[in-house]
């Protein structure tokens, strides 16, 4: 029972340098989710995915890009990283994001990714 | 726009003390709230909700009444232990912002034996 599964769980980065954080679930939900967590700030929301073939901005998307492969992967991409996007990753995923059902639909998270950039 | 504030942390306590984390909120309509844990190197995990007024969420000796008078959703526990040391997340999802979950920065807790 795998739930979210993120990869990698560690990366260090050069300034400049890409990436692609990979996220995916086995629990046939729609909606998918990236947020960052940085010390005193909580989490704030990248980039999420309604459902499959939509994606949308978030509080904070700048200097990232996201795909919905698939109903099961969503990734991030860092196109060239900076200092400040040094932080940990979470991906989460959820049954609804919109209408009656998203309300009682809680996120379900992967355990993070830890990027630091140089 | 919707917000969430928790109180700052860290929380320090002695096993089996009495638990309050406050949290007060900003939103139109009717949210629904959630308390999130986060345990050292995992990801976050839904602890209880309430989806409207005077509802209580209650989870593994966890209480949170939605209050909605005082625009409050303060986490309480009788008598906390050393596993419940942990990072707690108080969040709102709004009627009419498409859903998104908002957190508010976290409270961590420290439960000494």
């Known amino acids: 029972n795998a739930g979210v599964t993120q990869t990698p769980k560690f990366q260090v980065l050069k300034t400049g340098q890409s990436m692609t954080l990979q996220c995916a679930q086995d629990?046939?939900?729609?909606?998918m989710y990236w947020y960052r967590q940085d010390p005193g700030m909580g989490l704030r929301l990248i980039y999420y995915?309604?459902?499959?073939?939509?994606?949308d901005k978030g509080e904070v998307p700048n200097g990232y890009n996201v795909s919905r492969l698939n109903k099961r992967e969503f990734s991030l991409r860092l196109e060239s990283a900076a200092p400040s996007q040094t932080s940990v990753y979470f991906c989460?995923?959820?049954?609804?994001?919109?209408?009656?059902?998203?309300?009682?639909?809680?996120?379900?998270f992967g355990n993070g990714t830890r990027l630091t950039v140089t | 726009g919707n917000s969430v504030t928790q109180m700052e942390g860290p929380v320090t306590l002695s096993e089996e003390a009495f638990l309050t984390i406050n949290c007060t909120y900003t939103?139109?309509?009717?949210?629904?709230l959630f308390w999130y844990v986060q345990y050292p190197g995992e990801g976050l995990q839904l602890l209880l909700k309430?989806?409207?007024?005077?509802d209580k969420g209650s989870n593994k000796g966890f209480e949170a009444t939605y209050r909605k008078e005082t625009t409050s959703f303060h986490l309480e526990k009788g008598s906390v232990q050393v596993s419940d040391s942990a990072v707690y997340f108080c969040?709102?999802?709004?009627?009419?912002?498409?859903?998104?979950?908002?957190f508010g920065q976290g409270t961590t807790l420290q439960v000494k034996p």
């Open positions: 989460a995923s959820s049954e609804a994001l919109m209408g009656q059902g998203a309300y009682n639909s809680p996120l379900h």
């Open positions: 629990m046939n939900h729609n909606s």
């Open positions: 995915s309604a459902s499959e073939g939509t994606t």
């Open positions: 939103a139109t309509g009717y949210p629904s």
């Open positions: 309430a989806t409207k007024a005077d």
């Open positions: 969040a709102l999802r709004g009627s009419s912002n498409t859903g998104k979950l908002i």
